[in-house]
């Protein structure tokens, strides 16, 4: 069974990048497929990228193309999300979840989210 | 893009109602849409995916139905942990995209 626990809160000024951590144990990293969704607060979901195991690549939302960075360190088991020139709407609750890809795809489980304050 | 619309925004319901949510899909997305229920401070969990597969462990009175660009999710008989919001999400083609989230409170 797929576990999976995040880093802790950050807080970060306008302008600067995160790094939220993501570390799976259950499984090993290189055979799922991990995607990234944020949340605003008090607002919905947005997925923001992830491994697209169709095309066996990184893809990111459009959004936030050339702002984001997704990688996995398979030795330790850990996927990252980078994010950077962070501004104040970017606060938000950062989950990693994994993509169970096929007939049936959905994301499950998600870890526990990672707030990112933004804030001068 | 596919666009994901839920409705209603927020509803209020007593313990022992049954309750639909719905979600519409802005194309066809056959039978790929999952529900998903997140509680207050907490991350979302998966309920139903392929619009009525029930998630290991997710009690019977959640049901969804639906297929093309209509969907539903049903509670039957809610219970006191059912009061939660609820998102559809479409897993036709990425960019994966969700509905807006429905709200379930108590009246």
């Known amino acids: 069974q797929v576990h999976l626990v995040q880093s802790g809160a950050e807080v970060r000024k306008p302008g600067a990048s995160v790094k939220v951590s993501c570390k799976v144990s259950g499984f090993t990293l290189s055979d799922l497929s991990m995607n990234w969704v944020r949340q605003a607060p008090g607002k919905g979901l947005e997925w923001m990228g992830g491994?697209?195991?169709?095309?066996?690549?990184?893809i990111y939302a459009q959004k936030f193309q050339g702002r984001v960075t997704m990688t996995e360190d398979t030795s330790t088991d850990t996927a990252y999300m980078e994010l950077r020139s962070l501004r104040s709407e970017d606060t938000a609750v950062y989950y990693c979840t994994t993509l169970w890809f096929g007939e049936l795809t959905r994301f499950d489980p998600w870890g526990q989210g990672t707030l990112v304050t933004v804030s001068s | 893009d596919i666009q994901m619309t839920q409705s209603p925004p927020s509803l209020s319901a007593s313990v022992g109602d049954k309750i639909t949510i719905t979600c519409r899909a802005g194309q066809t997305i056959s039978r790929y849409l999952n529900w998903y229920q997140q509680k207050p401070g907490k991350a979302p969990d998966l309920l139903i995916f392929?619009?009525?597969s029930l998630q290991s462990g997710v009690p019977s009175r959640f049901s969804g139905s639906g297929s093309g660009t209509d969907f539903t999710l049903t509670i039957s008989g809610l219970h006191p942990e059912d009061f939660a919001t609820y998102y559809c999400q479409q897993s036709h083609s990425p960019p994966w995209t969700f509905g807006q989230g429905t709200k379930v409170d108590m009246k």
């Open positions: 392929g619009a009525s």
């Open positions: 491994f697209d195991p169709e095309d066996s690549k990184t």
